[in-house]
């Protein structure tokens, strides 16, 4: 069994992880969005590859609290953008300070001087304004609402890729990501033969699907079998849905191995 404190000790390596994954993101981000970052596009990418490096984090740091990993994405993505501000504004800041001190002359009256601060900097945005779509350009509070949008968006796509990584099941008892161990198409069968052997009170109907098998790195767990009914939306095209979950005690395991190896159905 895995203990509290060791526990403890992986979220605080993922949360730190994720806040300097978080960090790396949002810099990287100013060089890129001078060359490419499309309106709405651009934090949902952004999103993603947080997303993704949030993800290696949890296998790496064995992190499978689900609560805990959605609320340290939603506080990587507000630290990604407070990284990006910040250095864009020190970016600006420091391109005006290389100014020979005749144009900063000239700058210092106008509304462009230096900014002394990320708010300052972060206004004279909002004033100058964001262009959107076909020329038309939001300002002041507008352009607050702009990068809220933005920042839910990314919110939303490295959550979505967080909460997908928890498709794959965690071993409470060592504290340990599964591993894929197979996959494949079970015939009807197949299907009713694993389901009777987990003790499955699911009689689902009589049609073949989609299986995923996992084991915990520490052979004597549990094991888990995923089935999913297969849905034909357009001709030649099918995709796994609703995922049905089973666990097997580790004896048990050779005979679910038997089952899948001779009830395997290829896709077609
Ligand atoms: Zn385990």
């Given at each position: 069994?895995v ?5 403890l000790q992986?979220?605080l390596?993922?949360?730190?992880a ?9 810099a ?6 001078e060359?490419?970052a ?6 949902c990418?952004?999103?993603l590859?947080?997303g993704a ?8 740091f064995?992190?499978g ?7 340290g994405?939603?506080a990587?993505?507000?630290v990604m953008?407070?990284?990006q501000f910040?250095?864009?504004y020190r970016?600006?800041?420091?391109q005006?300070e290389?100014k ?10 106008s509304?462009l001087?230096?900014p002394s601060?990320?708010?300052e900097y ?6 100058r304004?964001?262009?959107l779509?076909?020329?038309?350009v939001v300002?002041d509070?507008w ?17 979505a890729v ?6 794959r099941?965690?071993?409470?008892r060592?504290?340990r ?20 052997l987990?003790g499955?009170?699911?009689e689902q109907s009589?049609t073949?699907?989609e299986?995923q ?10 094991s888990?079998?995923?089935l999913s009914?297969?849905s ?7 995709h796994a849905?609703?995922?049905?979950r089973?666990r097997?005690e580790?004896q ?12 395997s159905i290829p896709?077609s």
């Amino acid at each position: 069994m895995v203990s509290t404190a060791s526990k403890l000790q992986f979220t605080l390596l993922w949360l730190l992880a994720a806040m300097v994954a978080a960090v790396a993101i949002g810099a990287l981000c100013v060089p890129v969005q001078e060359y490419f970052a499309p309106l709405w596009l651009f934090p949902c990418l952004q999103g993603l590859a947080l997303g993704a490096a949030l993800t290696a984090a949890l296998r790496t740091f064995h992190m499978g609290n689900r609560r805990v990993a959605v609320i340290g994405a939603v506080a990587a993505v507000a630290v990604m953008f407070y990284a990006q501000f910040f250095l864009s504004y020190r970016v600006y800041a420091d391109q005006i300070e290389r100014k020979t001190p005749r144009e900063a002359a000239l700058l210092d009256a106008s509304p462009l001087r230096k900014p002394s601060s990320l708010m300052e900097y972060l206004s004279l945005q909002t004033r100058r304004g964001r262009p959107l779509v076909g020329g038309f350009v939001v300002h002041d509070g507008w352009v607050w609402a702009t990068w809220a949008l933005d920042a839910a968006l990314a919110a939303i796509a490295a959550v979505a890729v967080v909460w997908i990584a928890f498709g794959r099941p965690f071993c409470d008892r060592c504290g340990r990501w599964y591993r894929a161990v197979g996959e494949g198409r079970l015939s009807p069968a197949g299907a009713a033969e694993v389901r009777r052997l987990a003790g499955s009170q699911n009689e689902q109907s009589a049609t073949a699907v989609e299986y995923q098998l996992w084991t915990c790195p520490t052979a004597d767990h549990e094991s888990v079998l995923d089935l999913s009914s297969i849905s034909h939306d357009r001709p030649g095209k099918s995709h796994a849905n609703q995922a049905e979950r089973m666990r097997f005690e580790s004896q048990t395991l050779t005979q679910v191995r038997e089952i899948l190896r001779k009830n395997s159905i290829p896709r077609s």
